[in-house]
DNA sequence: ATTGTATTTAGATATTTATCTAAATATCAT
DNA sequence: ATGATATTTAGATAAATATCTAAATACAAT
């Protein structure tokens, strides 16, 4: 199930953009982090949340880390926004009260 | 545009659930509040980002203030998330290169 | 006009968050 | 073992957020 921590990963801009970054493939923490104007410790704070949220796996490579989508958690994400769309299931419909 | 705003909103649980109380149809403030353990003017700030962010809008009817869901804006928002999901656009792809 | 009801705004406070620097850990190469 | 590279962790700080109470605003009813 898709729970707050994947909420609060997508909040920050950031962090959306990592993923969108690794749409194109797995890539090492520093490779990631070049692509942002902040210190690799931030970054590394932000993969750590990606992480509990489980939106990004990691694999170790020699002295790198590689980090990679798990597309199974947004596209859960995605499902639970989908969900928000249609009415709910009623108990009795109004097609039946009217009968 | 999906924006910034629009992710913030959803990140907060309470929001999420006003949502989820909007699908079954347009309700007023004070009875959204009904559903909720905190002051109005909690609530009052919750409506005010998810306006904010356009994912209600409002219509006054006598003294109250009705809300309802705007779909559009998160069916966009799912939409963000289904595009993180597709591998990007290449300018020469794989294939074309082992060509 | 006064009073009551519904909602929002203002101001305060405690918690969370994003960021930094410095230090720690893990791996590789010599 | 020593030194270099990659990444994370720890501790500090500033900014953002959720919540509260109290006050303000808007409308309705008498």
Known sequence: MIGQSVFKALADPTRREILRILRAGSMPAGDIAD?????????????????????????????????????????????????????PATEVTDDAKNR
């Not at 990606?50 to 798990?70: C, F, H, M, P, W």
């Open 35 to 87: 692509h942002f104007p902040m210190t690799k410790a931030s970054l590394s704070h932000h993969f750590s949340l990606l992480k509990q949220a489980d939106l990004v796996r990691t694999e170790r490579r020699g002295q790198q880390i590689v980090y990679s989508l798990n597309t199974t958690v947004m596209q859960d994400a995605a499902g639970v926004l989908m969900e928000l769309l249609n009415p």
